[in-house]
């Protein structure tokens, strides 16, 4: 009994002594943070017109000279803050002059030494200012440790400094061919992070997709996803035949969407396509590209298995005109008394009803007109719907 007791106040003297340490590390840690937020105030007070200056110069022909003053280490790492975010936010000349003054101000040499000489958070955190300062020379050490590096979260942030610092191409395929071999799966963010590279991207999506490797095409395709030109679909058109479902889809939607005509041949083969999503794509292209050429394309879609498909078919025909609202209208009479019959009818009359309230716009009094005439005259025995002058 005497015994418990003595252990019991041994330990509640145990946990006193350990709640005293604790307290004392928080404030410690609490104190520290309050003095260097007054250092970097009276920093902030103290650097101000030497920033107006910068400013004032920045588009200069020489960049802005150091500031006439010594700098200790946190006011240095307020600069190099300050610095960070204007070399992210300008370009061209500007953003030149604050690499220079970087280098003059001796954080480039500074963070090289660390990203070779330090511990691994050192090293990390002077990857991630040498890449947002772009520092060239610094790329052959980032490479080195992103290829040693184990996977996890600071992974990219080494492989976005390398984009960033890159001197050429090979370097940017560098780094991708590093991480793929890590992990597959974060396409975008890899094409995110190679768009911060100083290189045409274009050209490289574009090589990528003719790599052998899925994982290269699927890089190439998700950077090639918002580029609209011609020469882009015809580099894409291969993959549309690719055995890879998501290959051929992410294909399809670019060259939809790059085209200003679809060859009839390509829409009666995308039309066949067995993934739904890619015949839902192809008419809704043909409906944004206004290709009254195919209305008689689209008819037949309005009866595919698909509900997806044939709703994004009526709702194409609707905007292919007097011509495609008549189809629109003359197939659902035929289907009438079916569910797809049901369906379509029920889709015309809340556009009609939409429509009607839009009546001040031009086009869509035209619009609403031809649809009230020929929903009247196949569909509308019984519902007299009036048109509008």
């Given at each position: 009994?005497?015994?418990?007791i003595?252990?019991?106040?041994?330990?509640?003297?145990?946990?006193?002594?350990?709640?005293?340490?604790f307290?004392?590390?928080?404030?410690?840690?609490?104190?520290?943070?309050?003095?260097?937020?007054?250092?970097?105030?009276?920093?902030?007070v103290?650097?101000?017109?030497?920033?107006?200056?910068?400013?004032?110069?920045?588009?200069?022909?020489?960049?802005?000279?150091?500031?006439?003053?010594?700098?200790?280490?946190v006011?240095?790492?307020?600069?190099?803050?300050?610095?960070?975010?204007?070399?992210?936010?300008?370009?061209?000349t500007?953003?030149?002059?604050?690499?220079?003054?970087?280098?003059?101000?001796?954080?480039?040499?500074?963070?090289?030494?660390?990203?070779?000489?330090?511990?691994?958070?050192?090293?990390?955190?002077?990857?991630?200012?040498?890449?947002?300062?772009?520092?060239?020379?610094?790329?052959?050490?980032?490479?080195?440790?992103l290829?040693?590096?184990?996977?996890?979260?600071?992974?990219?942030?080494i492989?976005?400094?390398?984009?960033?610092?890159?001197?050429?191409?090979?370097?940017?395929?560098?780094?991708?061919?590093?991480?793929?071999?890590?992990?597959?799966?974060?396409?975008?963010?890899?094409?995110?992070?190679?768009?911060?590279?100083?290189?045409?991207?274009?050209?490289?999506?574009?090589?990528?997709?003719?790599?052998?490797?899925?994982?290269?095409?699927?890089?190439?395709?998700?950077?090639?996803?918002?580029?609209?030109?011609?020469?882009?679909?015809?580099?894409?058109?291969?993959?549309?035949?690719?055995?890879?479902?998501?290959?051929?889809?992410?294909?399809?939607?670019?060259?939809?969407k790059?085209?200003?005509?679809?060859?009839?041949n390509?829409?009666?083969?995308?039309?066949?396509?067995?993934?739904?999503?890619?015949?839902?794509?192809?008419?809704?292209?043909?409906?944004?590209?206004?290709?009254?050429?195919?209305?008689?394309?689209?008819?037949?879609?309005?009866?595919?298995?698909?509900?997806r498909?044939?709703?994004?078919?009526a709702?194409?025909?609707?905007?292919?005109?007097?011509?495609?609202?008549?189809?629109?209208?003359?197939?659902?009479?035929?289907?009438?008394?079916?569910?797809?019959?049901?369906?379509?009818?029920?889709?015309i009359?809340?556009?009609?009803?939409?429509?009607?309230?839009q009546?001040?716009?031009?086009?869509?009094?035209?619009?609403?007109?031809?649809?009230?005439?020929h929903?009247?005259?196949?569909?509308?025995?019984?519902?007299?719907?009036?048109?509008?002058?």
């Amino acid at each position: 009994m005497y015994i418990n007791i003595e252990v019991a106040i041994k330990f509640l003297y145990v946990l006193i002594i350990l709640n005293l340490v604790f307290a004392v590390v928080v404030y410690a840690m609490k104190f520290k943070s309050m003095k260097r937020t007054r250092m970097e105030r009276r920093f902030e007070v103290k650097i101000k017109d030497y920033f107006t200056y910068v400013l004032v110069n920045i588009e200069g022909k020489e960049p802005p000279h150091a500031p006439p003053f010594s700098l200790n280490r946190v006011e240095q790492e307020v600069m190099q803050e300050r610095l960070n975010d204007m070399i992210e936010n300008f370009t061209g000349t500007p953003r030149e002059n604050c690499m220079e003054l970087c280098q003059r101000l001796g954080l480039v040499q500074y963070h090289l030494d660390r990203l070779n000489k330090g511990s691994y958070s050192v090293k990390i955190d002077a990857a991630y200012h040498l890449g947002c300062m772009r520092v060239q020379e610094a790329v052959p050490a980032l490479l080195k440790l992103l290829q040693t590096h184990k996977r996890n979260s600071s992974l990219f942030v080494i492989a976005r400094s390398i984009a960033k610092c890159a001197r050429d191409e090979q370097d940017v395929k560098d780094m991708v061919e590093i991480l793929l071999r890590h992990n597959k799966g974060f396409y975008d963010l890899l094409v995110d992070m190679i768009k911060e590279a100083d290189i045409d991207h274009g050209a490289l999506f574009a090589e990528f997709i003719q790599r052998k490797s899925n994982e290269f095409i699927q890089i190439g395709l998700c950077g090639l996803k918002d580029y609209t030109q011609p020469t882009v679909a015809s580099a894409v058109y291969r993959l549309i035949d690719s055995p890879d479902r998501t290959i051929q889809y992410k294909a399809v939607e670019i060259y939809l969407k790059s085209v200003h005509f679809i060859p009839r041949n390509v829409v009666q083969k995308l039309l066949q396509h067995p993934m739904d999503e890619v015949r839902v794509l192809t008419v809704q292209a043909i409906a944004d590209l206004k290709l009254v050429a195919y209305i008689d394309v689209m008819r037949d879609a309005l009866l595919d298995e698909s509900k997806r498909v044939s709703d994004a078919s009526a709702r194409g025909l609707l905007l292919l005109g007097e011509e495609g609202i008549a189809k629109l209208c003359g197939v659902t009479a035929e289907v009438r008394g079916s569910e797809q019959g049901g369906y379509l009818q029920m889709l015309i009359e809340e556009e009609i009803k939409s429509l009607s309230m839009q009546l001040h716009d031009l086009d869509q009094l035209t619009r609403y007109n031809s649809l009230a005439y020929h929903y009247e005259k196949t569909l509308g025995k019984n519902k007299r719907i009036y048109r509008v002058v």
